[in-house]
């Protein structure tokens, strides 16, 4: 009786697992009817809760270790020894936590960088972010930043100026000040101000090609796209040589 | 089922006719089978059914125009290539934009002049409203949800779209373009122009 009963379990249990792949089958292939376009994701970041908490949860000390194999280009204190890479030291912990996982996916592309990201975890990827996050932004007077920062020219300086705190209305530029700080600040943008010029230059020209396309929502492509050459390099020379304005009422 | 009766064997000779009782626990059992197919089931298609929408419970709750803003760009009819102006199957034409801090996406869109445009606007982060110049008429984006409306553009030309809802310190330079055109130059224009004019 028992042995019976405990067969008809085993039975039912078959069967409605069988009810459902069935279901799930066809609902699969009813979904696959529709015709849509190639699918295109800029990146596997999504700044929900729980990747938030992630990405905030490294551990500055673990953090210290692992970024010695960052000295050689990014500094010891996340100031970097080569103008064409970019400076990390108090940089925002989920702008480095968001690029080594796009490193890590293939999102943005990078001979250096990818096998780099590769040989960290998740919880590694939060240490390091942790870490360059509380270096001071001022570099330590004995650190090695040997390269001088091009000093803007004075007449970009104007246009600088004018894209960082009012952007171009005409256009639908906005302000670079309202995402990047200091005015306001969006997850997962970079602060700009202790950036270096040439790597600047290099990634609104990326953006604008499409070489670099891990903004969320196609946010850096839609502006990057519209600014002219002289634009990008004012804005670049003005961040780099650390000119450019602070926080302020924006004025028209 | 040899075993299941070898009670009822040893007490009286073997009966090919089920009793009343066992009759009675088989049709149970069958029974609570269906119930417990029926309930995984069910808890299959609120998990599971609405591939678009985030979570099958949300769909459930907030029917079809529910979406994420967080994760707009991972999965659903606002992933980044599906943005813009696109010809349905039924030979309408459907505009999809995301307004975001600071910037309507894409920048730029194409759509015929004369013929009722669906838009399908939701916003990635707080309360945006689309303006169409020259017009009466707009568009709030409100985060979490699709806001869908159908407009008619009456003649050809450049529309200007900007933001009419306080959105932070870059609203006042929040704007797009449309851009209405005859109705057979649209059908001669590639998909990628049609999806972001601002690429041209």
Same mark, same amino acid.
């Given at each position: 009786m028992?042995?019976?009963?405990?067969?008809?379990?085993v039975?039912s249990?078959?069967?409605?697992?069988?009810?459902?792949?069935?279901?799930? @089958?066809s609902?699969?292939?009813?979904?696959?009817d529709?015709?849509?376009?190639?699918?295109?994701?800029?990146?596997?970041?999504?700044?929900?809760?729980?990747?938030?908490?992630?990405?905030?949860?490294?551990?500055?000390?673990? @953090? #210290?270790?692992?970024?010695?194999?960052?000295?050689?280009?990014?500094?010891? !204190?996340?100031?970097?020894?080569?103008?064409?890479?970019?400076?990390?030291? $108090?940089?925002d912990?989920?702008?480095?936590?968001?690029?080594?996982?796009?490193?890590? /996916?293939?999102?943005?592309?990078?001979?250096?960088?990818?096998?780099?990201?590769?040989?960290?975890?998740?919880?590694?990827?939060?240490?390091?972010? /942790?870490?360059?996050?509380?270096m001071?932004?001022?570099p330590?007077?004995?650190?090695?930043?040997a390269?001088?920062?091009p000093m803007p020219d004075?007449?970009? !300086?104007?246009?600088a100026?004018? #894209?960082?705190?009012?952007?171009?209305?005409?256009?639908?530029?906005?302000p670079?000040? $309202?995402?990047h @700080?200091?005015?306001?600040?969006?997850t997962?943008a970079?602060?700009?101000?202790?950036?270096? /010029?040439?790597? #600047?230059?290099e990634?609104?020209?990326?953006? $604008?090609?499409?070489?670099?396309?891990?903004?969320?929502?196609?946010r850096?492509?839609s502006?990057?796209?519209? #600014?002219? !050459? !002289?634009?990008?390099?004012?804005?670049?020379e003005?961040?780099?040589?650390?000119?450019?304005?602070?926080?302020?009422?924006?004025?028209? | 089922?040899?075993?299941?009766?070898?009670?009822?064997?040893? %007490?009286?000779?073997?009966?090919?006719?089920?009793?009343?009782?066992?009759?009675?626990?088989? %049709?149970?059992?069958?029974?609570?089978?269906?119930?417990?197919?029926?309930?995984?089931?069910?808890?299959?298609?609120?998990?599971?059914?609405?591939?678009?929408?985030?979570?099958?419970?949300?769909?459930?709750?907030?029917?079809p125009?529910?979406?994420?803003?967080?994760?707009l760009?991972?999965?659903?009819?606002?992933?980044?290539?599906n943005?813009g102006?696109?010809?349905?199957?039924?030979?309408?034409?459907?505009?999809?934009?995301?307004?975001?801090?600071?910037?309507?996406?894409?920048?730029?869109?194409?759509?015929?002049?004369?013929?009722?445009? =669906?838009f399908?606007?939701?916003? %990635?982060?707080v309360?945006?409203?689309?303006?169409?110049?020259?017009?009466?008429?707009?568009?709030?984006?409100?985060?979490?949800?699709?806001?869908?409306?159908?407009?008619?553009?009456?003649?050809?030309?450049v529309?200007?779209?900007?933001?009419?809802?306080?959105?932070?310190?870059?609203?006042?330079?929040?704007?797009?373009?449309?851009?209405?055109v005859?109705p057979?130059?649209? =059908?001669?224009?590639? =998909?990628?122009?049609? =999806?972001?004019?601002?690429?041209?």
């Amino acid at each position: 009786m028992l042995y019976g009963r405990g067969l008809r379990r085993v039975g039912s249990a078959i069967l409605t697992v069988a009810i459902v792949v069935i279901i799930s @089958g066809s609902a699969l292939l009813l979904g696959s009817d529709v015709a849509e376009p190639p699918v295109r994701i800029p990146s596997n970041v999504a700044w929900t809760a729980t990747t938030i908490a992630q990405a905030s949860s490294g551990n500055p000390l673990r @953090g #210290l270790i692992i970024a010695r194999r960052c000295d050689r280009c990014h500094g010891r !204190e996340g100031f970097s020894s080569s103008p064409a890479v970019p400076n990390l030291a $108090a940089m925002d912990r989920l702008v480095v936590w968001k690029q080594l996982d796009d490193f890590r /996916a293939g999102k943005r592309s990078s001979p250096v960088m990818q096998p780099i990201a590769n040989s960290l975890s998740a919880q590694d990827t939060a240490d390091v972010a /942790a870490y360059y996050w509380m270096m001071p932004i001022a570099p330590d007077p004995f650190d090695d930043r040997a390269f001088p920062q091009p000093m803007p020219d004075p007449k970009h !300086e104007a246009v600088a100026v004018r #894209l960082i705190t009012a952007g171009d209305g005409s256009r639908g530029l906005p302000p670079c000040q $309202a995402c990047h @700080g200091p005015i306001g600040l969006v997850t997962g943008a970079p602060s700009l101000t202790t950036q270096n /010029a040439p790597y #600047l230059l290099e990634q609104i020209e990326a953006f $604008a090609s499409g070489r670099r396309a891990n903004d969320i929502n196609l946010r850096m492509r839609s502006i990057a796209a519209q #600014l002219t !050459e !002289e634009e990008r390099q004012a804005l670049s020379e003005s961040y780099g040589a650390g000119l450019a304005p602070s926080a302020g009422p924006p004025t028209r | 089922m040899p075993n299941s009766n070898s009670k009822i064997a040893l %007490a009286a000779p073997a009966v090919e006719e089920p009793s009343a009782g066992e009759v009675k626990s088989s %049709a149970r059992k069958m029974i609570r089978v269906a119930l417990i197919s029926i309930t995984l089931v069910c808890v299959w298609l609120t998990v599971r059914f609405p591939f678009q929408a985030e979570s099958g419970l949300e769909y459930l709750l907030n029917g079809p125009n529910s979406v994420n803003p967080q994760t707009l760009h991972l999965r659903g009819e606002f992933v980044e290539s599906n943005l813009g102006s696109t010809e349905d199957a039924g030979g309408g034409v459907t505009v999809r934009m995301i307004a975001e801090q600071y910037l309507f996406v894409p920048q730029c869109v194409v759509v015929p002049a004369g013929v009722p445009i =669906r838009f399908r606007i939701t916003s %990635a982060d707080v309360v945006h409203k689309l303006t169409i110049s020259g017009t009466e008429d707009q568009i709030k984006a409100v985060p979490g949800y699709v806001v869908e409306t159908r407009l008619q553009f009456a003649r050809a030309g450049v529309y200007e779209m900007p933001c009419h809802e306080f959105c932070g310190p870059g609203h006042y330079t929040m704007r797009s373009q449309l851009i209405a055109v005859p109705p057979e130059a649209f =059908r001669n224009l590639g =998909r990628e122009a049609r =999806r972001d004019c601002a690429l041209r």
